[in-house]
């Protein structure tokens, strides 16, 4: 069975920090993985996914994240946040092929919540 | 405009009474799903369809049901079997299956408070 963690469950930073929301998921073939963002009173939008190819995906919004297939992650990066992106992050993750593979249980973490001050 | 509507977006329900929340998209998507959110809990998967008339079960499915009798349409019915049923239920759809490089989007989610 696949499992996503994210161990941050609240991260505070000011503008022009940088940001970097950890996600390791448990998986033991072949993964999709994507970042989600619920902004305050919003629906989930996909910020980025990785099904293959170049480990450094770069999304929407300036958000970027890295596939480190040996450590079993996938940490969403940004070099300046801004207020706008007080919002709720959810990383996920598709086993490719294996047990879940046509059955679509994309398994989402427990989410961080991003704050931003001005 | 395209996307995924979900109603109703807020509802009370009293114990024992079984409530329908509706998902309509008009994106012709094939595959459709409703997930449940809870607070430190993430999103865990209830019910999914890939195609009209098909459904699975997902990791949470009992004390709910679904139907998929139109492309468009997915309603999810909580039971009263359903023992925490106090959630935020979202529903999404996909073009096809995630494996093969569709993306899910979601609607807006309804609110479902049993008193």
């Known amino acids: 069975a696949q499992s996503v963690s994210q161990h941050n469950h609240h991260v505070i930073l000011s503008e022009a920090a940088s940001l970097e929301l950890g996600c390791n998921y448990s998986?033991?073939?072949?993964?999709?993985l994507f970042w989600y963002v619920q902004y305050p009173g919003q629906h989930l939008q996909l910020l980025l996914k990785?099904?293959?190819?170049?480990?450094l995906v770069k999304g929407i919004k300036g958000f970027e994240a890295e596939f480190i297939k040996s450590k079993f992650s996938f940490n969403l990066r940004k070099p300046s946040v801004q207020w706008s992106d007080t919002a709720e992050y959810f990383c996920a993750v598709l086993g490719a092929g294996g047990a879940d593979f046509g059955n679509e249980k994309l398994t989402f973490g427990t989410g961080t919540r991003l704050t931003i001050i001005p | 405009d395209g996307g995924i509507t979900q109603s109703p977006k807020y509802l009370f329900r009293k114990e024992g009474q079984n409530v329908t929340l509706s998902c309509e998209q008009n994106?012709?998507?094939?595959?459709m799903y409703w997930y449940r959110q809870d607070p430190g809990q993430g999103l865990r998967l209830i019910y999914y369809?890939?195609?009209?008339?098909?459904?699975q079960k997902g990791d949470i499915a009992e004390g709910y049901s679904v139907s998929r009798e139109k492309k468009e349409s997915f309603p999810l019915t909580v039971t009263s079997a359903q023992k925490n049923p106090t959630a935020f239920y979202l529903c999404?759809?996909?073009?096809?299956?995630?494996?093969?490089?569709?993306?899910?989007?979601f609607g807006e989610g309804s609110w479902l408070t049993v008193v």
């Open positions: 994106l012709n998507h094939d595959a």
């Open positions: 369809s890939q195609i009209v008339n098909d459904f």
């Open positions: 999404a759809s996909s073009a096809n299956r995630v494996t093969t490089g569709n993306t899910i989007y």
């Open positions: 998986y033991g073939g072949t993964v999709n």
């Open positions: 990785y099904f293959s190819g170049d480990p």
